[in-house]
Nanobody, 123 residues
C-alpha cells in the first residue's frame, strides 16, 4: 500500500484559494489514480476529484467543477487547487488511492487513505 500525507489546509475567507498537496511514500503515484474526498461535520464522505494514471483524465464533483483543479506535480505528489472557496467547502479533505489503480467516484474503491487536512472557509 501507499502511505499518503495531505498538507495545505487552513482557514480562508470565502472567495479565497487554497492548494492542497498529497505526498506518497512507500510507492509513487505514477501507477495509480488518485482521488480527493471530503467529509464535513455531520455529513457523509463526499467525492471531490480524481485524476487517472494518465494525467489528461480527471473527474470532478459537480459542486466543485470549474473551481477546483486536480493535477500531478511529480511522481509522488498530487495537488488540489481550490479557488472561489465557499463556506460549504468546509470539511476535512482526504487523498486516497484505489485498490485497482483506476479512477472512481466511489470511496469504497479506495484502500489507501491519508490522515486528512482541515479546510475551513469563513463567510
Amino acid at each position: 500500500q501507499v502511505q499518503l500525507v495531505e498538507s495545505g489546509g487552513g482557514l480562508v475567507q470565502a472567495g479565497g484559494s487554497l492548494r492542497l498537496s498529497c505526498a506518497a511514500s512507500g510507492n509513487t503515484f505514477s501507477t495509480f489514480a488518485v482521488g480527493w474526498f471530503r467529509r464535513a461535520p455531520g455529513k457523509e464522505r463526499e467525492f471531490v476529484a480524481a485524476i487517472g494514471r494518465l494525467s489528461y483524465y480527471s473527474l470532478y464533483a459537480d459542486s466543485v467543477k470549474g473551481r477546483f483543479t486536480i493535477s500531478r506535480d511529480s511522481k509522488s505528489t498530487v495537488s488540489l487547487q481550490m479557488n472561489s472557496l465557499k463556506p460549504e467547502d468546509t470539511a476535512v479533505y482526504y487523498c486516497a488511492t484505489p485498490r485497482d489503480g483506476t479512477v472512481s467516484r466511489d470511496w469504497s474503491n479506495y484502500n489507501s487513505w491519508g490522515q486528512g487536512t482541515q479546510v475551513t472557509v469563513d463567510s
